[in-house]
């Protein structure tokens, strides 16, 4: 099992970012994918949540209206839009994928920074 994120960097205030998570190794369709972020020193948070048929997105208050979930299926692949970013934002991300019975996995995280 694999999950691999990219796409985090140093971005100005007000910019945007997309965080891309290559899945593998698991059917992941039949996982609710998830986007956590972690600041120093805090605990882990979750950002957003899809799930496996991307019907249904959930997000932390924190973001809602600013980011963005979703999933391809077909390429094993999901995303997080993040849009009008605030110094607050900043954080290690980190894709999950989780199903009942079965437990999370985890990838190893991307960081983004967002500072003037």
């Known amino acids: 099992v694999q999950l691999v994120e990219s796409g985090g960097g140093l971005v100005q205030p007000g910019g945007s970012l997309r965080l891309s998570c290559a899945a593998s190794?698991?059917?992941?369709?039949?996982?609710?994918m998830r986007w956590y972020h972690q600041a120093p020193g805090k605990e882990r948070v979750l950002v957003a949540a899809i799930t496996g048929a991307g019907g249904n997105t959930n997000y932390a208050d924190s973001v809602k209206g600013r980011f963005t979930i979703s999933r391809d299926n077909a390429k094993n692949t999901v995303s997080l839009q993040m849009n009008s970013l605030k110094p607050e934002d900043t954080a290690v991300y980190y894709c999950?994928?989780?199903?009942?019975?079965?437990?999370?996995?985890w990838g190893q995280g991307t960081q983004v920074t967002v500072s003037s």
């Open positions: 190794g698991f059917t992941f369709s039949s996982y609710v």
């Open positions: 999950n994928a989780w199903r009942p019975l079965r437990g999370d996995y």
